[in-house]
């Protein structure tokens, strides 16, 4: 007898690869199904809709790539790094996800007509939830490296991360975490200046 829980793993992991390196909207439910070597029927059983599969293939995405930042941040040695630990992050997520487009949230934006302000849209949820998460947490990375605008400066390294993901999709720069670290550790050396404190003699390698 198969495992529900192996089947419901197979069929996240062949819907988001097709969704997210064909698009969502060419993909049906009967590829995806085909994809991970179940039948329509037990694909609807398990997510019972399209729009179901596709909010559970994000909320695992989000979980996990939250999960790879706190890492990073953790593993940071000072607030500084702990600021630019996303792009460590990134790239960790990276290496353990499966091959699709980058970023999953910002394709699934691109494809879906935003909801209407009063209308209940659980994938669209997700695509808030994470941008919430994220900026967020770079408030909080930007007072604790002493930022003396921390929401200003959490714009800012997210202005560069989201240059990150965009060159991910785009092909180039080829190689965009080095020089993504490197300007926003620029900006972060600027927080230290501003309030008096001593940038780490390693601020200006990134």
Same mark, same amino acid.
């Given at each position: ?20 390196q ?13 994809a ?19 909010r ?6 989000? /979980? %996990? ?9 953790? *593993?940071?040695g000072?607030? &500084?790094? $702990?600021? +630019? @630990? ?10 353990a ?22 209308? /209940? %849209?659980p ?8 941008? *919430?998460?994220?900026?967020? &947490?770079? $408030?909080? +990375? @930007? ?6 605008d ?10 560069i ?22 300007a ?23």
């Amino acid at each position: 007898m198969a495992n529900p829980q192996l089947t419901r793993t197979r069929i996240l992991d062949a819907a988001e690869r097709l969704f997210f390196q064909e698009g969502i909207a060419t993909t049906g439910v009967d590829r995806a199904a085909a994809a991970a070597g179940v039948s329509i029927v037990t694909l609807y059983k398990h997510f019972g809709s399209k729009d179901n599969l596709l909010r559970e293939i994000l909320a695992r995405r989000l /979980q %996990d790539w939250s999960a790879h930042w706190e890492a990073a941040v953790g *593993a940071a040695g000072s607030p &500084r790094e $702990r600021v +630019l @630990a996303i792009f460590t992050g990134i790239e960790t997520f990276r290496a353990a996800a499966g091959e699709t487009q980058w970023c999953c949230f910002l394709a699934t934006a691109s494809e879906r007509p935003a909801p209407a302000p009063d209308a /209940q %849209d659980p994938v669209f949820e997700l695509i808030r939830q994470d941008t *919430a998460m994220v900026t967020s &947490r770079l $408030r909080t +990375l @930007a007072a604790e490296a002493d930022c003396p605008d921390p929401e200003l400066g959490a714009d800012s390294i997210l202005l560069i991360y989201n240059g990150v993901l965009a060159s991910l999709l785009r092909g180039a720069p080829a190689k965009p975490m080095a020089s993504a670290r490197a300007a926003a550790g620029l900006i972060v050396d600027t927080w230290a200046e501003s309030s008096g404190s001593t940038p780490p003699a390693s601020a200006a390698v990134g």
